[in-house]
């Protein structure tokens, strides 16, 4: 009989264990955050919180975002006042109670890193050309990019890129001889970054410009006959794909990409390496 009284009493000692843990859980749960345009105040639905407790935002992955305090009451609403930011809140984001000891320690979270507002970037690499029997170059970029919106960027890019190869021409006969191109331009466009807060993240750009040609066949040639009409000296349209993967160490991002480059109507493929940095 003393068994099976020891029994219900653990068993009931188990249930109450598990309601505690339930409603702790409760407790810490996440809660949908929204902040003003500024970033300095935010307001959260709970009455579980009260004024004093410190709180911190994680994104979906678990990274922190911001750190804060509640601040005050207003009906079923918590104003929050954020003490210091990581990375930029966005409407995925959620909150939660933390202890003292933690709001003091932040490192022991996995720490989210802000998308710059600015940044600069400069990179090198080579360039195969598609004129003629298709020959590498070399491709030299810089580009500017503002925060649009979130992770929506604006670009605006510069570009250099020089090559020399063997093209075809038929006169009499089949020719084989050299043909050289040089290009610079400008373009403008958007881009997109994947994982912006972390030491690895991914970036994609479209962007449309203008560039000037000039190309040189050898054997006093025209080298808009021997390019097959895919350029011709002088100005023209430039398309441009764009895939990075971005790296961080500190403020510097080093990145390598892929694109896809239409120069009047050619169309080249680089890959590069570069360095970006806020400014």
Do not use: W
Request: aromatic share 8%; net charge positive; hydrophobic share 40%.
């Amino acid at each position: 009989m003393r068994e099976y009284r020891l029994k219900g009493y653990r068993l009931q000692h188990r249930v109450i264990a598990s309601m505690t843990l339930c409603f702790l859980s409760l407790a810490l749960c996440g809660y949908k955050v929204k902040c003003n345009k500024e970033q300095t105040e935010c307001e959260v639905d709970s009455r579980r919180l009260a004024p004093g407790d410190r709180v911190a935002i994680f994104d979906e992955d678990r990274y922190l975002v911001a750190l804060g305090t509640v601040s005050g009451l207003k009906g079923k609403l918590r104003q929050i006042k954020v003490d210091k930011h990581f990375a930029v809140v966005m409407a995925d984001h959620e909150l939660e109670l933390i202890t003292d000891e933690q709001y003091a320690n932040p490192q022991e979270f996995k720490t989210s890193h802000a998308l710059p507002r600015e940044t600069i970037g400069l990179s090198g690499g080579m360039i195969s050309i598609g004129v003629g029997e298709g020959f590498l170059g070399v491709d030299a970029e810089g580009y500017y990019e503002r925060m649009l919106r979130g992770n929506l960027l604006v670009v605006g890019r510069g570009f250099f890129l020089h090559g020399s190869g063997e093209a075809s021409i038929t006169r009499a006969q089949i020719e084989s001889l050299t043909f050289t191109l040089s290009a610079v331009g400008l373009m403008g466009g958007v881009s997109y970054q994947l994982l912006p807060g972390r030491d690895l993240s991914f970036r994609g750009e479209l962007g449309l410009g203008v560039a000037h040609v000039s190309a040189e066949a050898a054997k006093g040639v025209d080298a808009a006959d021997t390019a097959d009409g895919r350029v011709a000296p002088g100005p023209g349209l430039a398309l441009r794909a764009e895939v990075a993967a971005l790296f961080r160490i500190g403020k510097l991002r080093p990145f390598a990409s892929t694109s896809i480059f239409r120069l009047q109507k050619s169309v080249n493929f680089s890959a590069a390496a570069g360095l970006a940095f806020p400014i």
